[in-house]
């Protein structure tokens, strides 16, 4: 089946340490996002990859950075954890940005020590 | 600029009963419209989209939405609750090449 799939499912790290999550997809969609999500909170655009286009959202932390080398794969970057950025982080694919409907990957859900 | 608001952060009703998470939404442009599920540490779900055509949109599990323009609202709906269907529900907004606004998200609680 197309999927989305996110790696690793639960990702721990301290204080400080680089981490990186990473993104696949098997749709062949153009388009991919990052999010955040916060417990109990509505899921908040990072940022996202038209293609090669980066678009960055306006109040996402420099902290946070991304790649795309290529259609299949995207990463998530943090270079420098802080306990606030403790959160689930959901990838997302659309064949355009346009049509609107997302689908997304299971998450990887980052704990900051 | 699109805008989403959910109304109830919670909603509890009985295993059996109908089932209504409202939504409304603003946006210049005629928007697209999305309800997503989001069962504990797992990824978004969608249940159904309204781009253009038939108001009365029918999704998975049972749940079918309503667009109403004069209203401004998608409020999803089901007939019968299932003790499954407890999760948070998202309604979503696109509007041209903009990118989704999602709500605040409703937890839908069913009890036995």
């Known amino acids: 089946d197309a999927m989305v799939i996110q790696n690793p499912r639960y990702q721990v790290t301290q204080f400080g340490k680089p981490v990186t999550l990473s993104c696949s997809q098997t749709?062949?969609?153009?388009?991919m996002y990052w999010y955040q999500q916060k417990s109990s909170q509505a899921p908040k655009l990072l940022f996202h990859?038209?293609?090669?286009?980066?678009?960055n959202e306006a109040d996402t932390p420099d902290n946070f950075q991304s790649r795309r080398p290529n259609t299949s794969f995207c990463f998530l970057d943090i270079r420098s954890p802080g306990l606030g950025d403790a959160a689930m982080y959901l990838c997302a694919t659309s064949r355009d940005r346009v049509d609107g409907e997302q689908f997304f990957g299971p998450g990887t859900r980052l704990t900051v020590l | 600029a699109q805008s989403v608001t959910q109304l109830g952060s919670h909603v509890s009703v009985s295993e059996g009963a109908l089932v209504l998470l409202r939504c409304n939404y603003s946006?210049?442009?005629?928007?697209?419209l999305f309800w997503y599920v989001q069962y504990p540490n797992q990824g978004l779900q969608l249940l159904l989209k309204y781009t253009t055509g038939a108001t009365l949109v029918k999704g998975i599990n049972g749940f079918e939405a309503e667009f109403k323009k004069s209203e401004t609202s998608f409020h999803l709906t089901k007939p019968s609750a299932h003790m499954s269907d407890a999760a948070e529900y998202f309604c979503?907004?696109?509007?041209?090449?903009?990118?989704?606004?999602f709500g605040k998200g409703t937890m839908l609680l069913v009890s036995p």
């Open positions: 749709l062949n969609h153009n388009v």
């Open positions: 946006s210049s442009v005629p928007p697209y």
């Open positions: 990859y038209y293609d090669k286009d980066f678009n």
């Open positions: 979503a907004v696109t509007a041209g090449y903009s990118t989704l606004t």
